[in-house]
T-cell receptor, first 115, second 114 residues
């Protein structure tokens, strides 16, 4: 069982819908990440939160809006998505920001399909 | 700059035979190196990590990897493949310090033949 929990596991939405992805960890990690993964490709970094503050935005379109309400929770708000946004969205966490020797722990992802 | 090259996009072995997944890296600094496994419709699971201690690293499920600085390699091995090992494997590098980004290899798909 993964220690990073993502909900929902699957999401189908139209291009005009607004939805949110949720990620939760209770390992006391202070860095949290959102990744996008297309089929047969490695994950691509989208956002990094360090101590609940956004530290990295990899030039992600504004239709994706991250939020970190507290040290255990990470949300990704979705609005007006495009069909090419269909992918597996992975959340990850690590113990301390900026510590490269600490591995990232991944959730099982949300499979997002845009109609 | 850092980069990771997984030398095989697909490896196929028979159950009970050894597994070798090859990874070469490039890094300007002392790297941390990781192997992750991803089963279908699942997230990435950490198999093992190298962070400048012992060069031979043992991981979960019988996997191990050897860090060879002279060859800039971090190949993943397992003595005897099991059907449950069929999955996608990613070799990953990060800085020891100041790193919030991981650099992923393109992945190797491991198929196990009965």
């Amino acid at each position: 069982d993964t220690e990073v929990t993502q909900t929902p596991k699957h999401l189908v939405m139209g291009m005009t819908n607004k939805k949110s992805l949720k990620c939760e960890q209770h390992m006391g990690h202070r860095a949290m990440y959102w990744y996008k993964q297309k089929a047969k490709k490695p994950p691509e970094l989208m956002f990094v939160y360090s101590y609940e503050k956004l530290s990295i935005n990899e030039s992600v379109p504004s239709r994706f809006s991250p939020e970190c309400p507290n040290s255990s929770l990470l949300n990704l708000h979705l609005h007006a998505l495009q069909p090419e946004d269909s992918a597996l969205y992975l959340c990850a966490s690590s113990l301390l920001p900026g510590q490269g020797r600490e591995p990232q722990h991944f959730g099982d992802g949300t499979r997002l399909s845009i109609l | 700059a850092q980069s990771v090259t997984q030398l095989d996009s697909h490896v196929s072995v028979s159950e009970g035979t050894p597994v070798l997944l090859r990874c070469n890296y490039s890094s300007s600094y002392s790297p941390s190196l990781f192997w992750y496994v991803q089963h279908p419709n699942k997230g990435l699971q950490l198999l093992l990590k190298y962070t400048s201690a012992a060069t031979l690293v043992k991981g979960i499920n019988g996997f191990e990897a050897e860090f060879k600085k002279s060859e800039t390699s971090f190949h993943l091995t397992k003595p005897s493949a099991h059907m449950s090992d069929a999955a996608e494997y990613f070799c990953v590098v990060s800085h020891l310090q100041g790193a919030q980004k991981l650099v992923f290899g393109q992945g190797t798909r491991l198929t196990i033949n009965p």
